[in-house]
T-cell receptor, first 114, second 115 residues
Framework: DTGVSQDPRHKITKRGQNVTFRCDPI?????LYWYRQTLGQGPEFLTY????????KSRLLSDRFSAERPKGSFSTLEIQRTEQGDSAMYLCASSLGAGSYEQYFGPGTRLTVT | GNSVTQMEGPVTLSEEAFLTINCTYTATGYPSLFWYVQYPGEGLQLLLK?????DKGSNKGFEATYRKETTSFHLEKGSVQVSDSAVYFC??????????????FGQGTILTVHP
């Protein structure tokens, strides 16, 4: 069990550029979640996948954001035309199931938009 | 919608002091409740959980009891150590529907323990 990994760990980009983040979940986990955390706040839910199906998207996720999980393995989160308000820590988590199952979090990708 | 409210921080204690971090929630159905911890420079990790009313979660000397009547899940530890310094998050797992399993977090409480 190598844990949840995220790449890159840090990303600095200029406003208006597109960025893509990758998350590799724990291999047998069928659920994958994306959260966003800003300084001094708890993580906020963005979206989640059950295998390759994206089952819910938060209203926080504007149409500039898109997420995929091809073949139910790794996932990518893309932000188009970045804005300064997108600056945050983007967290990925995976779990064996829903409900009481523990979500295992990755180290996060810190995005800074200048 | 679901929400979690944590006591305002930060909290500063001396080693061996008693710790309480309050957490209350609003939810439909019967959610699972969690405490996650984030140590400096590390990712979020589960500290303890409780899945139904009156359950007590415990780990590393920390405890929390799922109180449905007061919609609370307060975190306690009898004697804190310097190594417990971290940010603590209370979280609620949706009970069902399309959002089943999605976590709603409180804002976090920074704990600093001095020797």
């Amino acid at each position: 069990d190598t844990g949840v990994s995220q790449d890159p760990r840090h990303k600095i980009t200029k406003r208006g550029q597109n960025v893509t983040f990758r998350c590799d979940p724990i291999s047998e986990h069928n659920r994958l979640y994306w959260y966003r955390q800003t300084l001094g706040q708890g993580p906020e839910f963005l979206t989640y996948f059950q295998n390759e199906a994206q089952l819910e998207k938060s209203r926080l996720l504007s149409d500039r954001f898109s997420a995929e999980r091809p073949k139910g393995s790794f996932s990518t989160l893309e932000i188009q035309r970045t804005e300064q308000g997108d600056s945050a820590m983007y967290l990925c988590a995976s779990s064996l199931g829903a409900g009481s199952y523990e979500q295992y979090f990755g180290p996060g990708t810190r995005l800074t938009v200048t | 919608g679901n929400s979690v409210t944590q006591m305002e921080g930060p909290v500063t204690l001396s080693e061996e002091a008693f710790l309480t971090i309050n957490c209350t929630y609003t939810a439909t159905g019967y959610p699972s409740l969690f405490w996650y911890v984030q140590y400096p420079g590390e990712g979020l990790q589960l500290l303890l959980k409780a899945t139904k009313a009156d359950d007590k979660g415990s780990n590393k000397g920390f405890e929390a009891t799922y109180r449905k009547e007061t919609t609370s899940f307060h975190l306690e530890k009898g004697s804190v150590q310097v190594s417990d310094s971290a940010v603590y998050f209370c979280a609620l797992g949706n009970a069902g529907g399309t959002s089943y399993g999605k976590l709603t977090f409180g804002q976090g409480t920074i704990l600093t323990v001095h020797p």
